[in-house]
């Protein structure tokens, strides 16, 4: 999404803390549960940004940043992170295997003059899925010789499973807001990578976001990348469609951790994120 062309010509309201179906709430607890976090493989580093990192990126950057706080949700056993800016959770493990690397921020002008957060979202990765595919290449490398390299490329066009949570949190936004909005991002984005033949394959994608389907603050919507390049598109837990493109998929990822993410420091917290991730799973099969 190059620019998220959305009418907003209202004023932002409030945020009440309400939500359009029922879903869990999470809590962060007031002191880090370490031990908790490394049962589940990830703990998150707070920054100015409160950009989330995993644990493997706190040794390999040697940070001093304070880690936040985990803690179960409502007595079951996933962990979840909520970003302070918005109020929103992200579940730190989704289907089962996918991590927690990152959370940004969709932030969109309104009127050139003030700056809203449209949603926030929180990009996963499957770690053996990120071994399996790219270890041979960058299994010897440093976070520093990334920069040399191919990494971003390789992770969005590699047969990985990944996910892009996006939680709403404009009050006033409806689908066809977000339906418009996809239309333009994406479309920029198949024009870039495959030329101006993918309208039909665009129209494909937008159809799913109907107008019957209600958002609202709080709503969920995931971004699903299965094996074999199919994307799978999931609203408020409902699952509203599917299709196998390996452009496609790179398409919405490189919205996040692509050349011009929506949040540059997202991206680079997800970047190293997913390297450290690649490590970790190297350094487990060596021993």
């Not at 977000?178 to 033949?197: C, H, M, P």
């Amino acid at each position: 999404m190059a620019s998220l062309r959305v009418p907003f010509s209202f004023p932002q309201p409030p945020k009440p803390p309400r939500h359009s179906f029922p879903r869990p709430s999470y809590a962060v607890a007031a002191s880090a549960a370490v031990g908790a976090a490394a049962t589940i493989g990830f703990v998150a580093a707070t920054r100015n940004s409160m950009n989330l990192l995993t644990p493997f990126l706190e040794s390999t950057l040697n940070s001093s940043a304070l880690l936040a706080s985990l803690s179960l949700a409502d007595n079951s056993a996933a962990h979840s992170v909520v970003d302070s800016r918005t109020g929103l959770s992200f579940p730190s493990v989704i289907r089962d295997s996918q991590q927690l690397l990152g959370i940004g921020l969709r932030k969109k002008a309104v009127l050139g003059l003030k700056n809203i957060t449209v949603y926030a979202f929180g990009v996963y990765a499957d770690s053996d899925d990120l071994k399996e595919s790219l270890s041979e290449k960058y299994g010897k490398l440093t976070v520093s010789e990334l920069q040399e390299k191919d990494f971003d490329k390789d992770v969005m066009e590699g047969d990985i499973r990944m996910t892009v949570r996006l939680q709403i949190d404009y009050e006033k936004l409806r689908v066809g807001f977000v339906r418009n909005a996809f239309e333009e991002s994406i479309g920029t984005r198949l024009q870039k990578f495959g030329g101006s033949n993918n309208k039909a394959l665009l129209r494909k994608f937008t159809s799913q976001f109907k107008d019957e389907y209600e958002v609202s603050r709080g709503s969920v919507i995931d971004l699903s990348k299965e094996r074999g390049h199919v994307l799978r598109t999931i609203v408020d837990g409902k699952e509203v469609g599917s299709i196998q493109s390996q452009i496609l998929c790179r398409a919405i990822l490189d919205l996040y951790i692509g050349e011009e993410p929506f949040d540059r420091q997202a991206k680079e917290d997800i970047r190293r994120a997913l390297f450290s991730t690649l490590q970790k799973e190297l350094k487990k099969k060596a021993k």
